[in-house]
């Protein structure tokens, strides 16, 4: 548990965050035992940030650094909603906007696995398939036979829905932030690479947690498409094939994601152009589609 009084009593610390260096004041003991990059820009007394109490993040949005406070002092951040983090719209432009589609997730089922149908047209994973008459499994009689032969039930388990299965079945050992009816999948993403770089492991669990609770829901359609390839887009430009411990976990499970809705995507133009871009974005979708 946080040293609450600690916290609070020790020195304020101030980053200037984003292009236009938006200062936003922390206390210094918070990061103590959270980043300890962040924490030598703070109280190393050599570096000039820290002398000087402040530090300079110019690459950061403000919005991912925000969130990186609300873990720091709660324990988990917030789900932007997706209306909300695009171009900070004003108040009077938002009132003035004529209704758009209602939220793309559904939180009225607890699971997936009962929520709603694939949107590649099948019906659920395993399928029971009646032949009658003639084909593979015809036994010759006649259909005025006194024996008639019996229907015959086959298994027939899909590609995609293993992929499904496999998907729903990862697991985060941590909570996950708190969420938004129309969530900004790709702040999940972009918080990732802040806290990748800033060695704030549990924060990276969380953003892998929430990003994969958000995806589950998601309703995938040609409407909506785009939020799905602006996430494999930053996904593969923001990070490394290889990151600390191994291969990119958020790599691995956005091109999960997109292996799984292959055919959802498969026309769409604009997914083929990123998938021209990036060899290594192709590779590891082959890599899911056959595995």
């Known amino acids: 548990m ?3 009084k600690k916290i609070i009593r020790s020195s304020h610390f101030t980053f200037l965050v984003g292009q236009e ?3 936003l004041t922390i206390h210094s003991a918070i990061v103590q035992n959270i980043s300890e990059p962040l924490y030598a820009l703070i109280n190393n007394g050599f570096m000039k940030e820290s002398t000087n109490g402040v530090a300079i993040l110019d690459d950061v949005e403000t919005e991912t650094f925000i969130a990186f ?3 720091a002092y709660t324990g988990a951040y917030v789900t932007p909603d997706r209306k909300e983090s695009s171009n900070n719209a004003s108040t009077d432009d938002q009132e003035n906007m004529k209704p758009t589609m209602g939220p793309l997730l559904d939180f009225s089922a607890p699971q997936l696995d009962a929520e709603s149908e ?3 047209g099948f019906s659920p994973a395993t399928k029971k398939s009646k032949y009658r008459g003639k084909g593979a499994y015809y036994d010759g009689t006649k259909a005025n036979s006194k ?3 019996e229907p015959v039930q086959v298994d027939v388990v899909y590609p995609d829905e293993a992929l499904w299965a496999q998907f729903r079945s990862r697991s985060f050992g941590v909570k996950s932030a708190l969420r938004a009816m129309d ?11 802040f806290a990748t770089k800033y060695l704030v492991e549990k924060l990276r669990q969380q953003c892998l947690k929430s ?7 998601f309703s995938l359609n040609r409407e909506s498409a785009s939020l799905v390839l602006d996430l494999l887009d930053f996904t593969y430009a923001n990070t490394g094939r290889y990151e600390p411990g191994g291969k990119s976990p958020l790599r691995d499970l956005v091109i999960h994601y997109i ?3 292959a055919r959802t995507l498969g026309d769409n133009e604009r997914f083929t152009e990123i998938l021209d871009s990036n060899a290594e974005m192709g590779s590891d979708l082959v890599a899911k589609l056959v595995r």
């Open 259 to 261: 292996a799984c809705e």
């Open 21 to 23: 260096q938006t200062p």
């Open 118 to 120: 694939d949107t590649w």
């Open 211 to 217: 990003l994969h609770r958000d995806l589950r829901r």
């Open 183 to 193: 969530p900004d999948i790709v702040f999940h993403a972009k918080l990732y690479v």
């Open 69 to 71: 406070c609300e873990y």
């Open 2 to 4: 946080a040293d609450y």
């Open 147 to 149: 024996h008639k032969s």
